[in-house]
């Protein structure tokens, strides 16, 4: 039994992963990671399962970071924030090459991991009145691990455009941006995803996921190298007196000492 997450499958074998913690802005905790992972591996080896959808419950799809979680990791040690680290990194690449098509369904706002989430879907469509942000600046870290990911679905030019100035974008630019492939209506939302989903179950489950994996490999999958060197630079981050500061001033509810 999932406490942050819930899976349903249906019929035909479109599997639904939900983000449920819907009170939370379905924020990301320890064990949404490892719940997420598990979920990852378990229908990427369901041979019954064809398309995965994923999306959030509730109003927001994924806010970022819990909040509780960030403030245990201002209490850690550098290796032990390396490994925190290391379980959003290792969810993000369990769901990336998950070899099963992977639909977001982005039915609310998504911030920071939120973005990474998105961003290794194979498409994703969301709402048109969703806003989107790589905040994570404004607090004194970097969006590190979710970085591999982000970028590759922007490409570096687009993606320098958002990933340094913490501010938020709405869906237009989201689709411009290459993050969502389209945005529409709350009320279109379910059928622009049953219209992804269906071509594939017409199509031999072994192609799609060996298509998928010539994808990234032609792509350029983020590699392990990388991984480790977003996890190293958060990580790094994190020891800074900005993070402290910036994390601090959250909580506090005040300015940053930088805010001007």
């Known amino acids: 039994m999932h406490e942050t997450i819930s899976i349903k499958v249906d019929a035909r074998g479109v599997a639904t992963l939900t983000l449920n913690r819907p009170d939370k802005h379905n924020a990301m905790s320890a064990l949404m990671l490892a719940e997420l992972t598990q979920a990852a591996a378990d229908l990427g080896a369901d041979e019954s399962v064809r398309v995965v959808v994923l999306t959030g419950a509730g109003r927001s799809f994924c806010a970022g970071g819990d909040l509780g979680w960030m403030r245990d990791q201002m209490q850690m040690d550098a290796a032990t924030r390396a490994g925190e680290a290391g379980k959003l990194a290792t969810m993000l690449g369990a769901l990336n090459t998950l070899p099963k098509p992977l639909i977001g369904r982005v039915q609310g706002n998504a911030f920071g991991g ?49 990933f340094m100035s913490s501010r938020l974008f709405e869906a237009p630019e989201a689709v411009e941006l290459g993050l969502l492939a389209r945005a529409v209506p709350e009320a279109d939302l379910d059928a622009a995803v049953e219209a992804e989903v269906v071509p594939y179950l ?59």
């Open 202 to 260: 017409a199509c031999a489950p072994g192609a799609v996921a060996a298509a998928k994996k010539l994808a990234l490999d032609l792509g350029g999958a983020a590699t392990p190298e990388a991984v480790e060197m977003s996890i190293a630079g958060l990580t790094a981050r994190w020891e800074t007196d900005e993070a402290s500061e910036g994390i601090g001033a959250f909580f506090d509810k005040r300015k940053a000492a930088w805010v001007v």
């Open 114 to 162: 939120g973005v990474g989430m998105a961003s290794v879907c194979d498409v994703a469509i969301g709402v048109d009145t969703l806003k989107m942000g790589l905040t994570e600046t404004k607090l004194g870290i970097i969006p590190a691990t979710i970085g591999p990911y982000v970028i590759a679905r922007m490409g570096e030019g687009r993606a320098r455009r958002v």
